[in-house]
């Protein structure tokens, strides 16, 4: 089930990142292949939070290398990040809700024609790119991000992403505080950009979640990377153990805790 | 188990995709219908609000609704309309501009400060000047607000004292210029020709026109969600008869010693602005980064947008178009003076912007708002006038007009969907 390439899209080697005299991240090395969801997995203040960020270009680490697509590459900045293609959907979810989807989904990258937007082009891209990602929820790609649930929502957001051409999709807990039918559609949605080649990772608590959608799982404790394991070598009771004592000598299936 | 095997899922119909998706008039007037029940009521509320006080008024005094009455209530509403305009930049941005009343008042005094026979500056060359010095203010204050992160609250507070000072100064107690020059005065006070009336309306109609038509062509053709070409004609058709109405109205004879009759300058002068400002707000990247910042900072911060760059040019333009309002105040006074009440203008300036449809909140709002709620308050004033109310009654109806209008929008905004 794991796309194991030879190079991956994304090679974090040694990464560490302090704040102070606080070590936040601590000789990450973490690969996040294309075609694949990585679930980051660990308790609060493991280090997930500064690690993404690290990755989206809001941190530079104090060392260690970050490979993109086989090349070592500095990323600067939010922008140096979304230029090659690293598109992060943060958790508030970052979209104006007195602008439509059209105009949310190309906020910062308008299409213009003879200096004027470009309504029609951009508006059947948008709902170009929604229909691709089997968005069908939504009455009309020029209703205001205000009138939208909080799934189309993520939708939208994670939609602009791949408008956006992005291989790596970064997703802070994307289906905290949806219901259960808006949480299975976004989860359906992060299995159709899996589906579609990109390389998603995935931050999330809710291990129901992670295994549903998950191709691998990543566990960090004390900023440190604990271990990677495909899903079917791994279940919720040794990442449990994993995120709390950094091992586990428990067997796949030994407990009845799997995930249906 | 899982949705990783369900990914094949059947497509289902495209939000909005290939095939021809011209509507009929009827799907297309209830999905418009849909939207203002939604909360969407765009400038229906404040039409609504300017019948209403038009029948008020006629029904207590028949002079109300009189060509002449209608005529001088575009002119006395011109000042109120441009200012509020000015404010709906800011107030998009979430932000306000108290100084706007004063800045006007600058442009008026280096308007007629420069058009004075013995400093003798050309009328342009005076406009252009007024202009420069309020956009220039603009930028002084935007910058204070966006450079050193004040609030605009206190800035352009102490900008509506300072420029009240700086008018003293200039003026001198209890003093005033004249402007003698014909060209400034006309602004306010010159009419075109019946001929040249019927001519501007229709080359604008026309333009218009072709606009819209084009725009609406190429939507249909495009295959996305469309208006029909009978809606389409229909709007233009509305455009015209309005327009229609317009010269019609402006061109009977309103005099009552000597003839008076055709279309007034000013009323150009405020459709022009209209225009060019809904232009820049609707069609633009800048228009729309107004509108990203005022919904969501944050979120426009991380699309890119350099904030401090939008909020800076928003408060230009807002001083730029206070301006325009100073020239209109002058030329109509043919003189500017001490007496002039930017306080209450600013008031007025807000209470216009937000009577019309544009929330203090930012982020919603459009430029006609400004025009309508400018006309609601100068109707108020005038039509109360007209009765021989005095300035405090006109006060207390304006404000519960006002309170009115925000209730309105309140109302309608909780039925939207959350």
């Given at each position: 089930?794991?796309?194991?390439?030879?190079?991956?899209?994304?090679?974090?080697?040694?990464?560490?990142?302090?704040?102070?005299?606080?070590?936040?991240?601590?000789?990450?090395?973490?690969?996040?292949?294309?075609?694949?969801?990585?679930?980051?997995?660990?308790?609060?203040?493991?280090?997930?939070?500064?690690?993404?960020?690290?990755?989206?270009?809001?941190?530079?680490?104090?060392?260690?290398?970050?490979?993109?697509?086989?090349?070592?590459?500095?990323?600067?900045?939010?922008?140096?990040?979304?230029?090659?293609?690293?598109?992060?959907?943060?958790?508030?979810?970052?979209l104006c809700d007195n602008l439509d989807?059209?105009q949310n989904?190309?906020l910062g990258?308008e299409?213009?024609?003879?200096?004027?937007l470009?309504?029609?082009?951009?508006?059947?891209?948008?709902?170009?790119?929604?229909?691709?990602?089997?968005?069908?929820?939504?009455?009309?790609?020029?209703?205001q991000v205000a009138?939208?649930?909080?799934?189309?929502?993520?939708?939208?957001?994670?939609?602009?992403?791949?408008?956006?051409?992005?291989?790596?999709?970064?997703?802070?807990?994307?289906?905290?505080?949806?219901?259960?039918?808006?949480?299975?559609?976004?989860?359906?949605?992060?299995?159709?950009?899996?589906?579609?080649?990109?390389?998603?990772?995935?931050?999330?608590?809710?291990?129901?979640?992670?295994?549903?959608?998950?191709?691998?799982?990543?566990?960090?404790?004390?900023?440190?990377?604990?271990?990677?394991?495909?899903?079917?070598?791994?279940?919720?009771?040794?990442?449990?153990?994993?995120?709390?004592?950094?091992?586990?000598?428990?067997?796949?299936?030994?407990?009845?805790?799997?995930?249906? | 188990?899982?949705?990783?095997?369900?990914?094949?899922?059947?497509?289902?119909?495209?939000?909005?995709?290939?095939?021809?998706?011209?509507?009929?008039?009827?799907?297309?007037?209830?999905?418009?219908?849909?939207?203002?029940?939604?909360g969407e009521t765009g400038v229906?509320p404040v039409?609504?609000?300017?019948?209403?006080?038009?029948?008020?008024?006629?029904?207590?005094?028949?002079?109300?609704?009189?060509?002449?009455?209608?005529?001088?209530?575009?002119?006395?509403?011109?000042?109120y309309a441009l200012l509020a305009m000015a404010e709906v930049f800011v107030l998009l941005l979430g932000e306000i501009d108290l100084s706007v009343?004063?800045v006007?008042?600058?442009?008026?005094?280096?308007?007629?400060?420069?058009?004075?026979?013995?400093?003798?500056?050309?009328?342009?060359?005076?406009?252009?000047?007024?202009?420069?010095?309020?956009a220039?203010?603009g930028l002084?204050q935007g910058s204070?607000i966006t450079?050193?992160?004040?609030p605009s609250f206190?800035v352009t507070?102490?900008g509506?004292?300072?420029?009240?000072?700086?008018?003293?100064?200039?003026?001198?107690?209890?003093?005033?210029?004249?402007?003698?020059?014909?060209?400034?005065?006309?602004?306010?006070?010159?009419?075109?020709?019946?001929?040249?009336?019927?001519?501007?309306?229709?080359?604008?109609?026309?333009?218009?026109?072709?606009?819209?038509?084009?725009?609406?062509?190429?939507?249909?053709?495009?295959?996305?969600?469309?208006?029909?070409?009978?809606?389409?004609?229909?709007?233009?058709?509305?455009?015209?008869?309005?327009?229609?109405?317009?010269?019609?109205?402006?061109?009977?004879?309103?005099?009552?010693?000597?003839?008076?009759?055709?279309?007034?300058?000013?009323?150009?002068?405020?459709?022009?602005v209209l225009v060019v400002w809904s232009y820049l707000l609707g069609r633009r990247r800048f228009g729309l980064y107004v509108y990203a910042v005022g919904g969501n900072a944050e979120a426009a911060r991380?699309a890119?947008i350099n904030l401090a760059r939008i909020r800076t040019l928003g408060f230009v333009l807002c001083s730029f178009t206070a301006?325009i309002a100073?020239?209109?105040?002058?030329?109509?006074?043919?003189?500017?003076?001490?007496?002039?009440?930017?306080?209450?203008?600013v008031l007025y300036a807000v209470a216009g912007a937000v009577i019309g449809g544009t929330s203090l909140f930012g982020g919603r709002g459009k430029v006609i708002h400004g025009v309508l709620g400018g006309?609601?308050?100068?109707?108020?004033?005038?039509?109360?006038?007209?009765?021989?109310?005095?300035?405090?009654?006109?006060?207390?109806?304006?404000?519960?007009?006002l309170?009115?209008a925000v209730?309105?929008d309140a109302?309608a905004r909780?039925?939207r969907?959350?």
């Amino acid at each position: 089930m794991t796309t194991t390439t030879e190079e991956p899209l994304l090679r974090l080697s040694g990464i560490t990142k302090s704040f102070g005299p606080v070590l936040a991240l601590s000789d990450v090395d973490l690969d996040v292949p294309g075609g694949a969801v990585t679930a980051l997995a660990g308790d609060n203040g493991a280090g997930k939070s500064t690690l993404i960020k690290c990755i989206a270009g809001i941190y530079a680490p104090d060392s260690g290398d970050i490979v993109w697509q086989g090349e070592r590459v500095d990323l600067d900045g939010p922008a140096a990040a979304a230029a090659l293609g690293i598109q992060t959907v943060y958790q508030d979810l970052a979209l104006c809700d007195n602008l439509d989807i059209v105009q949310n989904m190309f906020l910062g990258r308008e299409r213009l024609r003879r200096g004027q937007l470009d309504d029609l082009s951009m508006e059947h891209a948008a709902a170009d790119t929604l229909s691709e990602l089997a968005v069908t929820t939504v009455r009309s790609v020029r209703q205001q991000v205000a009138s939208l649930s909080g799934g189309q929502r993520q939708s939208v957001a994670i939609a602009k992403a791949v408008l956006w051409e992005s291989q790596l999709v970064i997703m802070d807990e994307p289906t905290a505080a949806l219901g259960v039918a808006q949480t299975r559609m976004v989860l359906d949605l992060v299995r159709t950009l899996a589906g579609r080649g990109h390389a998603v990772l995935l931050i999330s608590h809710n291990m129901t979640d992670v295994f549903q959608v998950a191709d691998r799982i990543a566990v960090m404790r004390q900023g440190r990377m604990v271990d990677v394991r495909p899903i079917d070598e791994i279940d919720q009771r040794i990442v449990v153990d994993l995120m709390t004592t950094g091992e586990s000598d428990r067997e796949v299936g030994s407990s009845n805790w799997r995930a249906r | 188990m899982s949705v990783r095997d369900s990914v094949t899922r059947s497509r289902q119909r495209p939000p909005s995709g290939d095939g021809a998706q011209v509507m009929t008039a009827r799907e297309y007037l209830g999905l418009t219908w849909r939207s203002i029940k939604g909360g969407e009521t765009g400038v229906l509320p404040v039409i609504g609000g300017l019948l209403l006080v038009s029948v008020i008024f006629e029904s207590l005094d028949q002079h109300f609704l009189t060509t002449g009455n209608l005529v001088n209530l575009l002119i006395q509403a011109a000042v109120y309309a441009l200012l509020a305009m000015a404010e709906v930049f800011v107030l998009l941005l979430g932000e306000i501009d108290l100084s706007v009343g004063f800045v006007a008042g600058i442009g008026a005094v280096v308007l007629a400060w420069l058009a004075q026979p013995q400093v003798g500056w050309p009328w342009w060359a005076a406009i252009a000047a007024a202009l420069v010095a309020t956009a220039a203010i603009g930028l002084l204050q935007g910058s204070l607000i966006t450079r050193i992160g004040l609030p605009s609250f206190v800035v352009t507070l102490g900008g509506l004292l300072f420029w009240n000072g700086v008018m003293l100064f200039v003026l001198g107690n209890g003093g005033s210029i004249l402007i003698q020059d014909d060209v400034l005065n006309a602004i306010a006070s010159g009419t075109l020709s019946r001929l040249a009336g019927w001519a501007v309306m229709l080359v604008a109609v026309g333009v218009f026109g072709v606009l819209v038509w084009r725009r609406d062509a190429r939507r249909r053709t495009s295959g996305l969600p469309a208006p029909p070409a009978v809606l389409t004609a229909a709007k233009i058709g509305a455009a015209l008869l309005g327009g229609a109405l317009l010269i019609l109205l402006a061109n009977a004879d309103r005099g009552v010693l000597a003839p008076v009759y055709g279309l007034p300058y000013v009323v150009l002068v405020v459709l022009g602005v209209l225009v060019v400002w809904s232009y820049l707000l609707g069609r633009r990247r800048f228009g729309l980064y107004v509108y990203a910042v005022g919904g969501n900072a944050e979120a426009a911060r991380r699309a890119g947008i350099n904030l401090a760059r939008i909020r800076t040019l928003g408060f230009v333009l807002c001083s730029f178009t206070a301006g325009i309002a100073g020239i209109v105040y002058a030329s109509r006074l043919r003189s500017i003076s001490t007496s002039l009440d930017g306080g209450t203008l600013v008031l007025y300036a807000v209470a216009g912007a937000v009577i019309g449809g544009t929330s203090l909140f930012g982020g919603r709002g459009k430029v006609i708002h400004g025009v309508l709620g400018g006309l609601v308050i100068a109707a108020i004033d005038n039509g109360m006038g007209l009765l021989g109310f005095s300035a405090a009654a006109k006060y207390v109806v304006t404000a519960v007009v006002l309170i009115v209008a925000v209730t309105i929008d309140a109302v309608a905004r909780r039925n939207r969907p959350a």
